[in-house]
């Protein structure tokens, strides 16, 4: 084991080294400002700017003139106002890092959407290790990107980081942001998977924006030149081919740098400083642990890995004496119709609702830890909660049924048995099929409290995961697929048989063990080690 931990901290080395070499040369953060000579307040606006940037460090700002710029130039400024979706003549216009400010600019406030403009935030938290590996990978962007700011917040333990943090979920349109979170130049990125993959990601996005320090000029090859000033409309080449465009020079500035605009978000996404941000589409979350291979591509290791474990967890979860004794009875009963179909529909009726019942329950679940699952104190909570849950099941293994237990209580036991054999004597198909429908849900709400642990254990763990919403629901659905693997693996095999029986004390006693060790194990790694979870 210490000679594998050596050869992955040489091999981390090796990169982050490597990196380094590859970001020695310095980039200036570069920003526009479109104005009329012929108004005042756009002068003394451009002096207030002009006098803002020659105070901070590798930043340049490229100023048009446009009552005396030339028909190049006004083709890239209407070309800006077609990205940024302005529908009409808009100066003083600011830009800077895929954002824009026209309205409200002032002499006043103008040094302050320069320093939001050229702010890099990452939203970190304790005991997350892809957060160390981005704080590590952020000083090689602090010494190439001098002119930007980067803050590191920490969200457990700054409660203004934290809200900050649910304000851009919200404003993104993201269901869950796990850590760390970058956001910069009006888009936000999830996860970091690596200098390979996320450190890419950051460098085109802060590339698009800025130039070499010391450049003053630079060329464009004939065919992009061509693709630039050609006469397709630039929002459509934006959409469908993703052009390049020139930033102008203009009044005692540089005279061009040329840039490459990714099409990581919509291209159509308001400016971060506009009052109608919040109909930006944000970037879709990433992962934790894809990496590339060659002739096969991006291959995710967590995508890997968390179906086993999905499917592994709902086995067990399905296999709690709790549903499955209803389940029993209500087999013992059915086989006396001597009707395989009848018993198969009523049956598969009962097990696919409570498949269903249990899935909004989860979904529940997930969508409470989408929400406040950011704090390592609901983790402890749960934690607790889970290693509580886990020893009541394993002492009930040796002390059954004395003492504190997580059953369905015996009061409640008579009007299942009722309702069971309701079905049983149902005049007509039908009537049957929605008396399994009703009991069905009637036990999945008796038995949470039985079966609450392991589903808040898994939708807590999947948070971590970083996944997208459709992703989350998706893993659900697998979960919920193999806690019914075991129901319709007795439906079956008594379909086939017709045979009779019930969940005896013996083997009720080794499911709750089962269960029990699952649960205990879970909360004291989300206690003691909750970093190996995400």
Partial sequence: MAIVAFLMTTSSGLVIRHAHAQMETKRTAVLVFYYHSDQNTDLLL????????????????????????????????????????????????????????SRGLNEQNVESYVEQMLRVDIYTRAGCSHCEDAIRYLKLLRDKYPGFEFRVRDIFKDAEA????????????????????????????????????????????LTTWTMNAGQTQSKMEPSLEHQLFSEIPFSAQLRWERSLFTVSAGLNSPESSTSLLQDETSLDAPSFFEPDLNDATPLGPESDTTIILPWIGEVNADSLGMPLFTILVGLVDGFNPCAMWVLLFLLSLLVNL?????????????????GLAYFAFMAAWLNVFLLIGYLRSVQVILAILAIGIGSIHIKDFFLFKKGISLSIPESAKPGIYAR???????????????????????????????????????????TEQNYSTWINYGYLALYNIAYMFDDS?????????????????????????????VILVLGLVMLIRPEWLS
């Fill in 46 to 101: 451009f002096n207030s700017l002009n006098k803002s940037i020659r105070s901070r460090k590798a930043t340049t700002l490229q100023a048009v003139d446009l009552d005396n710029a030339d028909q190049k130039q006004l083709l890239q400024y209407q070309r800006f106002l077609d990205y940024f979706s302005i529908t009409a003549d808009s100066t003083p216009l600011l830009i800077g890092c895929n954002a824009y400010r």
């Fill in 162 to 205: 934290r809200q900050d943090l649910i304000t851009l979920t919200q404003r993104y349109k993201q269901a869950a942001a796990s850590t760390p979170v970058f956001h910069l130049c009006n888009q936000m990125i999830v996860g970091f998977q690596g200098i390979e993959i996320t450190g890419n990601r950051l460098e085109k996005l």
């Fill in 338 to 354: 001597k009707n395989r179909l009848r018993i198969l529909l009523i049956a598969a009726t009962f097990v696919l609702v409570s």
């Fill in 420 to 462: 069971t054999r309701q079905i049983i004597t149902a005049e007509n198909l039908y009537g049957a099929l929605f008396g399994a429908f009703v009991l069905a849900v009637l036990v999945n709400i008796v038995e949470l409290l039985c079966t609450a642990g392991l589903p808040a254990l898994y939708t807590q763990i999947l």
């Fill in 489 to 517: 693996l007795m439906v079956g095999i008594v379909v086939i048989t017709l045979g009779k029986n019930k969940l005896q004390e013996r083997q009720g006693r080794w499911l709750k063990l089962t269960s029990g060790i």
